[in-house]
C-alpha cells in the first residue's frame, strides 16, 4: 500500500469482528512502530498487548464513562498499550532539555506507525486517549518511572468508517509568519 494512501484511508475505527489478530501479526506492526523517530534514539516506547478479560475491564474503568470507544476495548480482540519511558526522552545528561514531554511525542509518532501499518494489513485501530493514566497504569501493572500513554484496540473491521470531515489547507497552512 502506497504511504499516502494508507494515510488518506486510515480511520478510527470502533467495530470490530471477532477474527483472532496473531502474535506475529502484532508483531510485525510493533516492529514498524519502532522504527519511529524518538528523542536521542533512546526508544522509550513500550508495547503491552491485552487480550486477558479482567485487565480489559480494568481499562474500562480508568476510561471516561462516555468515550466513544468503550465498546471497541470490550469486543476488539486485542488491545495494545502504549507506554512511554518518563525520565528519558527529552532528557540530555540527566536533566530535562525543557519542560515538554517528549517520551508523549515519541510515543505518538511510534502509535501513528503502528496505526498505519495496521491498516496496511486491513486491521483497524482507535487511539483512545480519554483515559486516567494512573487506573490504566495499575491495570497494566506499569512499573514506576513510565507511564500509559494511550491505547488502541486493535482487530479486523465489522463494516467501513466514514472519513469525518477535513479542513481546507489554506487553513493551515502559513508561509513564514502565522
Known amino acids: 500500500m502506497d504511504i499516502f494512501d494508507a494515510i488518506g484511508g486510515r480511520r478510527s475505527v470502533r467495530k470490530y469482528k471477532p477474527d483472532a489478530v496473531t502474535d506475529e501479526i502484532i508483531a510485525e506492526l510493533v516492529d514498524a512502530a519502532h522504527w519511529a523517530p524518538s528523542w536521542a534514539n533512546l526508544q522509550c516506547v513500550r508495547y503491552v498487548v491485552v487480550r486477558d478479560?479482567?485487565?480489559?475491564?480494568?481499562?474500562?474503568?480508568?476510561?471516561?464513562?462516555?468515550?466513544?470507544?468503550?465498546?471497541?476495548?470490550?469486543?476488539?480482540?486485542?488491545i495494545v498499550a502504549f507506554v512511554g519511558k518518563i525520565d528519558a526522552s527529552g532528557y540530555k545528561g540527566g536533566q530535562p532539555f525543557d519542560d515538554k514531554r517528549w517520551y508523549i511525542f515519541d510515543v505518538g509518532m511510534a502509535m501513528q506507525n503502528f496505526c498505519l501499518a495496521a491498516h496496511a494489513k486491513g486491521l483497524g485501530t482507535v487511539i483512545v486517549g480519554a483515559f486516567d493514566y494512573k487506573i490504566a497504569g495499575k491495570a497494566l501493572n506499569v512499573p514506576e518511572g513510565y507511564q500509559v500513554v494511550a491505547f488502541t484496540p486493535l482487530g479486523y473491521p465489522d463494516g467501513e468508517a466514514k472519513a469525518p470531515a477535513r479542513k481546507e489547507i489554506s487553513e493551515l497552512l502559513f508561509q513564514d509568519r502565522m
Open 53 to 78: 478479560k479482567s485487565v480489559r475491564e480494568n481499562l474500562l474503568e480508568a476510561m471516561t464513562p462516555k468515550n466513544p470507544a468503550r465498546d471497541a476495548i470490550t469486543n476488539a480482540p486485542v
